[in-house]
C-alpha cells in the first residue's frame, strides 16, 4: 500500500517503465487510488492555445484558489493531456478535501463566463470545465492515469508532500515544449 508518508520519502511513485503502457497505466491508476482519499474528478479545458507548462501553471493557481474557498488544505493529481482533434491541451484531475464544496450549481453560462464563484465547474477562470464527485467504482484514477503513458507525459501532485516527477523517473521537463530562440 502506497501511503503519503512512503511518498515523501520518495518510495511507492511508479518510476519504472517496466512493461507495456497498458501495464504502466494499471500501475499508475492503482498507486493513485491508493494515494490519498479523493473527492473529485475534473476536466479543465482552455479557450486558446496553451503549452503543457501553461496548462500545469493554471492548474497550480486554481488549486490555490480552490484552496482558499475551500477554507481548508487541498490537493490533487493532474494531468495534462493533448487532445485528438487539433492537438489542444487540456486537463484532468483528482481533488481531495473539497466533498463540502458546490461541484455543479445547476446553472448554465454564456459562452465566455468563467471564473465564477458559484461552483468549482463555472469556477476554473480559463475554458470549459467539469467537476464531479469521485466515485472509485468509476475508474476515473485509471482514466487520469493514462496521460502518464502518452507521448506528452505532463503531471503533477499538488498539496501533498512529495516532488513532481513523471512516469519514467524524471521530473518531467524532458516533456515539456520548449521555446525555440
Given at each position: 500500500m502506497h501511503t503519503l508518508s512512503h511518498c515523501?520519502?520518495?518510495?511507492?511513485?511508479?518510476?519504472?517503465?517496466?512493461?507495456?503502457?497498458?501495464?504502466?497505466?494499471?500501475?499508475?491508476g492503482n498507486w493513485l487510488g491508493e494515494l490519498a482519499p479523493w473527492d473529485a474528478?475534473?476536466?479543465?479545458?482552455?479557450?486558446?492555445?496553451?503549452?503543457?507548462?501553461?496548462?500545469m501553471f493554471w492548474a497550480k493557481r486554481h488549486l490555490q484558489w480552490i484552496e482558499k474557498a475551500a477554507e481548508q488544505p487541498v490537493y490533487g493529481f493532474?494531468?495534462?493531456?493533448?487532445g485528438g482533434s487539433g492537438g489542444l491541451i487540456h486537463l484532468h484531475g483528482l481533488l481531495?478535501?473539497?466533498?463540502?464544496?458546490?461541484?455543479?450549481?445547476?446553472?448554465r453560462f454564456p459562452r465566455g463566463m468563467w471564473g465564477q464563484k458559484c461552483c468549482l465547474t463555472h469556477a476554473w477562470p480559463c475554458g470549459i470545465a467539469r467537476a464531479r464527485p469521485y466515485d472509485p467504482q468509476l475508474g476515473a484514477k485509471h482514466y487520469v492515469?493514462?496521460?502518464i503513458t502518452e507521448d506528452l507525459a505532463?503531471?503533477?501532485l499538488f498539496g501533498l508532500?512529495?516532488?513532481?516527477?513523471?512516469?519514467?523517473?524524471?521530473?518531467?521537463?524532458?516533456?515539456?515544449?520548449?521555446?525555440?530562440?
Amino acid at each position: 500500500m502506497h501511503t503519503l508518508s512512503h511518498c515523501s520519502k520518495g518510495e511507492g511513485v511508479p518510476t519504472q517503465y517496466a512493461g507495456n503502457r497498458k501495464e504502466v497505466k494499471e500501475e499508475m491508476g492503482n498507486w493513485l487510488g491508493e494515494l490519498a482519499p479523493w473527492d473529485a474528478f475534473v476536466t479543465w479545458t482552455f479557450d486558446r492555445i496553451v503549452t503543457a507548462n501553461g496548462a500545469m501553471f493554471w492548474a497550480k493557481r486554481h488549486l490555490q484558489w480552490i484552496e482558499k474557498a475551500a477554507e481548508q488544505p487541498v490537493y490533487g493529481f493532474v494531468g495534462a493531456e493533448r487532445g485528438g482533434s487539433g492537438g489542444l491541451i487540456h486537463l484532468h484531475g483528482l481533488l481531495g478535501n473539497v466533498k463540502h464544496m458546490q461541484f455543479y450549481c445547476g446553472k448554465r453560462f454564456p459562452r465566455g463566463m468563467w471564473g465564477q464563484k458559484c461552483c468549482l465547474t463555472h469556477a476554473w477562470p480559463c475554458g470549459i470545465a467539469r467537476a464531479r464527485p469521485y466515485d472509485p467504482q468509476l475508474g476515473a484514477k485509471h482514466y487520469v492515469a493514462k496521460y502518464i503513458t502518452e507521448d506528452l507525459a505532463e503531471w503533477d501532485l499538488f498539496g501533498l508532500p512529495t516532488s513532481p516527477q513523471s512516469a519514467f523517473g524524471h521530473k518531467g521537463t524532458e516533456f515539456t515544449q520548449t521555446k525555440t530562440r
